[in-house]
Structure formats: C-alpha cells, structure tokens
Nanobody
Framework: QVQLVESGGGSVQAGGSLRLSCALS????????MGWFRQAPGKEREVVAA????????YHADAVKGRFTISRDNFKNTAYLQMNSLNPEDTAVYYC????????????????????WGQGTQVTVSS
C-alpha cells in the first residue's frame, strides 16, 4: 500500500528554520518526481518546490527561492524540504506529493499530475 508520511512541522518564530521530511513506502521511490505544496488558511494550495527522480533538477517557487531547499535520499526513500528564514507568510499546511511524470513532463504546479499525496504537516511562523 502506498503511503507518504510528512513530519517535521511545528511552530517557530520568524527567522527560524524547520526541516520537513516525507517518508514513502509501497512504491519505487526513485522513479518518482517529488513535490512539496502548501495551503494557507483561505488560500489555494500552491507548489513550493519539486525535484526530479535523481535529484538532478529542482524547482523552487519564487516566494521561497533562496530560503527553501528541496532534496531527496533515494536510499532512505525520503524527500526533504529545508526551510530557512521563515516568515509568517510561510504559515500553512505543507504536503508532499509524488508523481511518475518527470519534472519537466508537465508543470509542477498541476496538482492533478501527482499520483500520491501525504496527509500534511502544519507549519506556523510567528512574528
């Protein structure tokens, strides 16, 4: 059974850091493009970052570029999102997602292109 489980969320003050993890089981992790999304209260879910199956290519949304870094460890079947210099606008539920399509096969912000989703982890940044 396919399962994606996020962890690492929590509450931090502005300027702080968090590292989110997404552990996968039930499928061949190394064959999937991984993405991180977030959804703030009252807003639509938006893509934050994405990474190709071999970590050779990455995408970071403009809002997080230079502050967030996506990575993956195919031996550990885990994807990561390192978040630095957090600000209150980063407050949201963060979701990881996996798709069999390559990173450039379809825009990374197309949520329907992802095959599997995690349950989400809350990140709260206070000023």
């Amino acid at each position: 059974q396919v399962q994606l489980v996020e962890s690492g969320g929590g509450s931090v003050q502005a300027g702080g850091s968090l590292r989110l993890s997404c552990a996968l089981s039930g499928f061949i992790f190394s064959r999937y493009t991984m993405g991180w999304f977030r959804q703030a209260p009252g807003k639509e879910r938006e893509v934050v970052a994405a990474i190709s199956w071999n970590a050779g290519s990455t995408y970071h949304a403009d809002a997080v570029k230079g502050r967030f870094t996506i990575s993956r460890d195919n031996f550990k079947n885990t994807a990561y999102l390192q978040m630095n210099s957090l600000n209150p606008e980063d407050t949201a539920v963060y979701y990881c997602a996996a798709r069999s399509l390559g990173l450039t096969a379809q825009p990374v912000d197309v949520m329907t292109s992802y095959d599997y989703w995690g349950q989400g982890t809350q990140v709260t940044v206070s000023s």
